[in-house]
C-alpha cells in the first residue's frame, strides 16, 4: 500500500512545471540573478494580494522577523511578547536584536496567543507584541491591539488568510517550501504599512545602503533572489485555490467524523490550514498505529520555546505555561495538501477511527 506523506509539495507545483521552467530559463538567459524585475515585480505583486502599502523580499522568514525588530529600533533592555507554542525563530529573532522574549500562554482551543495572559505580562519595557497566527488560523488581532502595543504578525504559516497584515506594524511571510505560499528553497517577505519602517527595512536588508555607495546602517545580506521571485510569481497566482483545497481538505477530515475521537481544528472563515493539528490524550498510540500502515503525522513544539536550552538565560521553568505545555504534549496533524484526495484522507480517517476506539 502507497504511503501518505504529511505534506505532498511536488503534487502541488506539479501542473506548474513547464510555466516555472520557462520562467527558470527566462531568468537564466537575462543573467539577472539579485534584486531584479521579478523581486520588484513580486514585491508589487504581495502589495496587491496583501492590500498592504509596501512589501521587500528578503532571504527568509527568519531574517524577515530580525529586520522588522531592528527596523523599529527594539533591542538591549526591551522586552517583546511572544508565545513559548511556536516555531524557534519567533522567540530567536527577538534574542538576536538583544531584546527578551517574554513568553505568555495560549488559547487551548486556537493554540494562538491567550490576551488576558499578554495583558498580564505587560511592562513598562514592552516594546511589541509577537502574535503567531499558528498552523494558518489568525490570531485575535483586534484583541491584541486594543493592549495599546505595536503588534509585528509572524504570518510565516498563514500568508492568504484575509484577516492579515492589515492590524500589525508589520507583518513577516517565509515561503519555506512546505508553506502554503512556497518557493522552491527559501525566501520571506516583510508586509508594512510604515513608510519609514519599510525604508529602514529595505535598508538593512541590503547591508544598510540605498545604494551600494553610501552605508547609513549596520545592516544585512538578506535578499530574496531573482529565481525564487520568478518561481513565487506563479505560485501566487495559484494560492487563492491553494487555500481553499486546504480548507476543502479540512472540512472532509471533520465530516468523516475524526471530531468524535480527536480535538480537531474549529473552522473559522481565515484560517487557511497551513497545518491540520489534532489533539488526542492517545496521541503516540495514534501515530504509532498509523505509522505501520505508512501514513505520515507529525508533531509540534514539544518542547515549547520556554524550555528549550538557549531559552533558560531567561528563567522559566515547566509549569509555568500550563496550557502551552499541554497542548505541547498531545498535538500532531494528519496528512493536508492542497489536492489531496477524498481517497487519501478515508485511508487516514478509517486508520485514526480504528487506532482511537
Known sequence: MAKIPLVDVKAQYAPLIPE?????????ESGVFILGPNVKAFEQECISFLGVQDAIGVANGTDALVLVLDGMGIGP?????????????????????????????????????????????????TKAIMPVHLFGRPAPLAALAALGLPLIEDSAQAFGSPDIARTGVASTFSFFPTKNLFCLGDGGLVAVNDPALAERVRMLRFHGSRDKVDFELVGYNSRLDEVQAAMLRVLLKELPGYNTARRAGAEVYRQLGLGDVLTVPEDEPGH?????????????????????????????????????PAMRQFGYKAGDLPVTEAVAADNFSLPLWAGIDGATQQRVADAVLQAAR
Open 272 to 308: 487557511v490550514y497551513h497545518l491540520f493539528v489534532c489533539r488526542s490524550p492517545e496521541r503516540d498510540a495514534i501515530r504509532a498505529a498509523l505509522g505501520e500502515q505508512g501514513i505520515a503525522t507529525a508533531t509540534y513544539y514539544t518542547t515549547p520555546l520556554h524550555l528549550q
Open 20 to 28: 516555472l521552467k520557462k520562467r527558470f530559463e527566462e531568468v537564466l
Open 77 to 125: 533592555g526591551d522586552e517583546v511578547i511572544c508565545p513559548a507554542f511556536t516555531f524557534y525563530a519567533t522567540a530567536e529573532a527577538i534574542a538576536r536584536v538583544g531584546a527578551t522574549p517574554v513568553f505568555a500562554d495560549i488559547d487551548a482551543a486556537t493554540m494562538n496567543l491567550n490576551v488576558e495572559d499578554v495583558a498580564r505580562r505587560i511592562t513598562p519595557k
